[in-house]
């Protein structure tokens, strides 16, 4: 396994689409586990395959001891019912916000070896496969912050406020983990 460098904010490929990925090969399975190496390096809760460079729509995940690689990923459902919560990314190390999103959500994903599976999550679960499928698509967790936030966070970016992603910014002052 190795550890991938991740993409901070202002690199294209965080706002490109991935692909469908159509190889269930060897080296899915190998880019799916350095994902999840270099996510526990930085102590996130998820990655997406855009923030490593790579467009393919993989995402890794880590959440209250549940932890996997998936892949293609099919919003079916959210629930009207939100959640608050402060929220950030790997690929804007250091900052957080909060960032209002649904509380429960299911989708249709397949693992890395192709099977097809069905997942129903709630809370921070939730929040980390919504942020993730945003990745996937383009979409930053700045493009879903109230006016003011977003403002502040580009004043912060601007004036390189950006932590080294290496130095474990991966967790906010309270304990919110960055996806
Ligand atoms: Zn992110």
């Not at 980390?128 to 383009?138: K, M, P, S, T, Y």
């Not at 912050?145 to 601007?158: E, N, T, V």
Request: charged content about 30%; proline content about 5%.
């Amino acid at each position: 396994m190795a550890l991938l460098p991740i993409r901070l904010f202002g690199d294209p490929v965080l706002r490109e689409r991935a692909a469908e990925v159509t190889d269930f090969d060897a080296a899915l399975r190998r880019l799916a586990d350095d994902m999840l190496e270099t996510m526990r390096a930085a102590e996130g809760a998820g990655l997406a395959a855009n923030q490593v460079g790579v467009l393919r729509r993989v995402f890794t995940y880590e959440v209250e001891g549940d932890a996997g690689a998936w892949v293609n990923p099919e919003l079916l459902d959210v629930s009207e019912e939100l959640q608050p919560g402060e929220e950030g990314c790997l690929s804007f190390p250091g900052l957080f916000y909060p960032c209002e999103r649904p509380l429960r959500a299911r989708l249709r994903v397949r693992d890395v070896a192709g099977d097809e599976r069905t997942v129903d999550s709630e809370g921070l679960l939730t929040r980390v496969l919504l942020h993730e499928i945003d990745h996937l698509n383009g979409i930053l967790f700045i493009d879903h912050l109230a006016r003011h936030d977003r403002k502040d966070a580009m004043r912060r970016i601007r004036a390189g406020e950006l932590e080294d992603p290496r130095a474990g910014a991966g967790t906010g002052a309270g304990g919110e983990p960055a996806v």
